[in-house]
């Protein structure tokens, strides 16, 4: 096989993705899965789909994986077919006695046609959190299988996203004394890959698959009923649960001269900061985002390490002490993608997070895993999402905005052009609320033990040009969550030339370099994350040797509906100029079928934000 049918250009296909879960029910239910995948490259660009990654919750040892072998199979230059098995030493397992842990391995000596196969089993204990069974991938598939053994005792309901019709098989057998046992097999062939669009939502949200509801079974209540009764139902025994809503009132040893503290406050603003400050510097996120509790607050508190669920309980806690009005809230990240409030399952949701609100009917979303971020900015992750209210009262659904432009940067520069046509000068940076956040947490997880700050500042600043040099860099407010970041340094800047003339690029400081919406069709939402703000602002001298041949003009761009603006202004005095722009968003999700004018708008504005300005060297 030299290609994939149905899909020519793939450097790669699965031959096979198979899974067989088979559910016990003892005091608790216990999830076996035994996977398969066989893969065919095709060429070198297929050479990273060889790159083997297998998570699991290694904590208190809910999940893990065994049995894992591996297989390349090539041809020999004699036709003949030859078999490498990895061996265990080729095998890797990151422990993680906090978080995620994983298994890793690559298969070496890959040419052009081999295929590479592994299976494995997984063993979950104590859940009720299915996985979706994804029958797409970035690579097509040839055959995609997903069969699940249950008792009939335990209601698993399903819900199908997908193109094509699934086939579906079903049998039962009838073992004496227990439950009668039931299969289900589901299958898809010919499966094309799935195509990566800029600045769309979750993968999750696009790709064809299956997703389940296992069925709560606190004390094998039925949930057997209809539409939002099973949400009431639910919530009504989630929020009495003593390892769900019994957490909020729990006492955890080692906090009460925190609380105390934090009642020496006389405003709510003042209070709610100091909890939320005091609980993200207290505990490290171990990286694991679920809304399972795993380890009892009192160890958590007193450890300084939980997963998402943990930090985010201890939070809540904390400020029910204090009289705060808060609710824990299911939510789905972006990464898991969109919840779906028609279709009751555990397995959608993959966090807990903290609904607070004021004396004025001001609500806030908290996620103590977000560590640069105000306790006044909802979490990126979940905006533009419906999140559930889990309330003995008053559940609800609800859906997460905020109008306000929480990706925001500003810049400002002035300088000096010199008669070789370098501009030297002085710069700020300001970067607000989520781009704070954003800008913090990239610069964390880059951080080795060599970390130079300076430096890393000065990459982030130079990776735009290479024709920039920055050195004088001072940073403020970086630990302060609720002021900008402010950052403040002097450049270099040689002009690009060509004989006499030299070019200006007037966002030579701007973080966008590069038009992402050129496709001329597209099939996913465009999902920006939150309403944007950016501003570039350069006051520019220019030396006597040089005329300015050409000068950008003012321009105004609007969508036609309004949601985005590009604005320029520009104005000159004698041999100094003052240049401005601003570039707005007032929506931050567009439909498919909105796709041409945002491409039209995107490629009329990098068609203004090309426009260099142009001085030519006097003779």
């Known amino acids: 096989m030299k290609e994939c049918s149905f899909d020519k250009d793939a450097p790669a296909m699965k031959l096979i993705d198979f899974c067989e879960s088979e559910f ?150 009838y073992p004496k004394y227990t439950y009668p046992v039931e299969t289900y097999t589901y299958s898809l062939s010919q499966i094309p890959s799935f195509r990566l669009e800029p600045m769309m939502t979750s993968v999750k949200d696009n790709l064809q698959r299956m997703e389940f509801a296992l069925t709560p079974s606190f004390g094998f209540v039925d949930f057997s009923f209809s539409g939002n009764n099973k949400w009431r139902m639910f919530n009504s025994i989630l929020s009495k649960a003593p390892f769900f809503g019994g957490l909020a009132n729990k006492k955890i040893p080692g906090t009460d001269s925190i609380i105390n503290s934090a009642k020496r406050f006389t405003s709510f603003s003042d209070k709610v900061n ?22 009892e607050l009192e160890n958590v508190w007193k450890e300084g390490v939980g997963n998402s669920a943990e930090i985010n309980f201890i939070l809540l806690n904390l400020l029910r002490k204090l009289e705060i009005e808060s609710y824990p809230i299911l939510v789905s990240t972006r990464e898991n993608g969109k919840p779906d409030k028609e279709f009751l399952s555990f397995s959608q949701f993959d966090g807990v997070d903290v609904l607070l609100k004021d004396s004025v009917s001001t609500y806030f979303i908290l996620d103590g895993t977000q560590k640069y ?110 002021k900008p970041l402010t950052t403040n340094f002097k450049y270099r800047y040689k002009l690009s030339q060509t004989e006499d003339y030299y070019f200006l690029d007037p966002f030579f400081l701007a973080s966008f370099r590069k038009n992402p919406f050129t496709d001329t069709v597209r099939t996913t939402e465009i999902d920006f994350g939150a309403n944007q703000y950016y501003g570039t602002s350069i006051y520019l001298e220019v030396p006597e040797n040089f005329d300015i041949a050409e000068l950008p003009t003012n321009k105004l761009l609007r969508m036609p509906d309004s949601s985005m603006m590009f604005r320029r202004l520009v104005s000159r005095e004698n041999d100094k100029i003052l240049f401005r722009n601003t570039f707005e968003f007032y929506r931050s999700v567009f439909y498919p079928e909105e ?22 060297k006097k003779k």
């Open 595 to 616: 796709y041409p004018m945002v491409r039209e708008f995107f490629i009329r504005m990098y068609g203004f934000i090309n426009e260099p300005i142009v001085l030519k």
């Open 373 to 482: 971020q105000s306790y006044k900015i909802p979490p990126l992750n979940i905006l533009n999402r419906d999140v559930f209210i889990v309330d003995s009262d008053s559940s609800k659904w609800v859906s997460v905005y905020d109008a306000r432009p929480l990706l925001k940067t500003t810049s400002s520069a002035n300088g000096f052009i010199d008669k070789e046509g370098v501009m030297t000068g002085e710069a700020f940076l300001y970067h607000y609320d989520l781009m704070k956040s954003q800008h913090m947490n990239e610069r964390n997880r880059k951080k080795l033990d060599e970390y130079n700050e300076e430096e890393e500042e000065k990459d982030f600043i130079e990776k735009y040009s290479n024709d920039i040099k920055v050195d004088s860099i001072t940073e403020k407010d970086a630990d302060d969550a609720l």
């Open 24 to 173: 016990t029910v003892d005091k608790n239910i216990k999830i076996q899965t035994e996977r398969r995948i066989r893969i065919k490259i095709f060429n070198e660009r297929g050479y990273s789909y060889a790159n083997i990654q297998i998570p699991y919750n290694g904590r208190k040892k809910v999940s893990k994986i065994t049995d894992i072998s591996a297989y390349i199979y090539s041809i020999d230059p004699l036709n003949k077919i030859t078999i490498q098995k990895i061996e265990k030493r080729q095998i890797f397992k990151d422990k993680s006695a906090e978080g995620v842990s994983t298994i890793a391995f690559t298969f070496p000596n890959l040419k052009p046609g081999s295929v590479i196969e592994y299976r494995y089993k997984k063993t979950d204990k104590n859940t009720i959190h299915f996985e979706p069974w994804f029958f797409q991938d970035r690579i097509p598939t040839l055959h995609s299988i997903c069969k699940i053994i249950k008792p009939s005792s335990l209601k698993l309901d399903n819900r199908f996203i997908t193109y094509d019709s699934v086939k579906r098989d079903y049998s039962v057998k």
């Open 274 to 295: 100091f909890i939320y400050e005091t609980v993200k510097s207290k505990i490290s996120w171990d990286e694991s985002q679920t809304f399972y509790v795993d380890d």
